[in-house]
């Protein structure tokens, strides 16, 4: 399932990483941190194009795919939801859910983004990103008690007016000021992110990560030939 789905499995695992958090945690800060049971210096990423969520067959496979693999974040892309479904029908055991659905940004079907964190994380919405109006969701992870990462899911639509992209961005920008982790589907076909050379239309994509030193981990294809869905750090090494 999601963007690319074949015949012979629907499941498809856009980018899957590894991301390693420079941070050093004291004993004392282990302990004052303690409903965080996981280590903080590693976080495993999931990034899906769904294609709707809606289906609960698609939401098992997910579920078997997050317990077998151990994932500590899920970021969703196009999961087309409405506010008719509920939060608890989206469960999934052992997570916290966040979202934002298409029609929080504008009155039409389908898109919308979610992120799904493991409950031994402390996480929370981040209010002043999340009121932009455009597809990004955003929430902070406390590391420590003088530490946390910023974590955003973004779906650039085709069919986004410019006022929505330039909101993007700007929550993008914003959220580069930290160290941060962005993940999504930015429908950005013609930038070959070894040399960053792309065609016009992707040229403000291109300087916004080069003006925010932000990091673009998938080199593999993820469509076609194209390279559209991303993972974006602040840091190289994350």
């Not at 909101?167 to 070959?192: H, R, T, V």
């Not at 990560?209 to 090494?237: M, S």
């Amino acid at each position: 399932w999601g963007r690319e789905a074949s015949s012979s499995s629907r499941r498809k695992v856009i980018s899957e990483q590894g991301i390693k958090i420079k941070s050093v945690i004291s004993s004392k800060e282990k302990q004052n941190f303690s409903n965080n049971k996981v280590k903080l210096n590693k976080l495993c990423c999931l990034l899906l194009n769904a294609r709707s969520i809606r289906d609960i067959k698609k939401r098992n496979e997910l579920e078997l795919t997050v317990n077998e693999k151990k994932i500590d974040l899920i970021a969703i892309t196009e999961t087309w939801l409405e506010d008719t479904m509920i939060d608890s029908e989206l469960n999934i055991a052992g997570y916290t859910i966040f979202r934002k659905d298409r029609k929080q940004v504008r009155d039409s079907k389908g898109d919308g983004v979610l992120l799904y964190v493991r409950d031994c994380f402390n996480a929370y919405y981040v209010t002043e990103l999340n009121d932009l109006q455009n597809e990004s969701l955003w929430i902070r992870i406390q590391m420590s008690q003088t530490r946390s990462m910023l974590v955003g899911v973004c779906y650039k639509s085709p069919t986004a007016k410019d006022e929505e992209v330039k909101s993007m961005y700007e929550a993008i920008e914003k959220a580069s000021s930290c160290q941060s982790i962005i993940l999504g589907d930015f429908n950005c076909p013609s930038i070959d992110w070894s040399t960053h050379h792309c065609d016009s239309s992707d040229q403000l994509f291109v300087d916004l990560t080069q003006n925010c030193f932000l990091h673009q981990h998938v080199n593999k294809p993820t469509r076609g030939n194209n390279i559209l869905d991303l993972v974006l750090t602040t840091e190289p090494a994350m």
